[in-house]
Nanobody, 128 residues
Framework: RVQLVESGGGSVQSGGTLKLSCEAS?????????MGWFRQAPGKEREGIAA????????WYVDSVKGRFTISQDSAKNTLFLEMNSLKPEDTAMYYC????????????????????WGQGTQVTISS
């Protein structure tokens, strides 16, 4: 079965940069249609913040990260990335990557619907 492992989290000051990675293993052909990054801050629900559908070259972002975060994928290495710039204290959260084979459309791609494989998360902490 597919396993996803995130890395790249850490503690940085406000305005700093981090790049998260998500490596996949145990996959079979056509194991995903779209992939996403989600985050969960203490006391809050997990939210989808960025997603990518490589087959149609589209990306989606939640408003709070638009212009600051960039999602990308290295298909040869089956690795998903999230480059995060101009980080703010409110970006502090556990970050998760996930893969989906269904519900890869504008209405649901930033929700948890369709995501069947999840990583264990990587912590991002931004200090002011």
């Amino acid at each position: 079965r597919v396993q996803l492992v995130e890395s790249g989290g850490g503690s940085v000051q406000s305005g700093g940069t981090l790049k998260l990675s998500c490596e996949a293993s145990g996959y079979t052909p056509n194991w995903f249609v779209c992939m996403g990054w989600f985050r969960q801050a203490p006391g809050k629900e997990r939210e989808g913040i960025a997603a990518i559908y490589p087959g149609i070259s589209r990306t989606w972002y939640v408003d709070s990260v638009k212009g600051r975060f960039t999602i990308s994928q290295d298909s040869a290495k089956n690795t998903l990335f999230l480059e995060m710039n101009s980080l703010k204290p409110e970006d502090t959260a556990m970050y998760y990557c996930a893969a989906a084979q269904t519900h890869c459309n504008s209405l649901t791609i930033l929700t948890e619907r369709g995501y069947y494989a999840w990583g264990q998360g990587t912590q991002v902490t931004i200090s002011s």
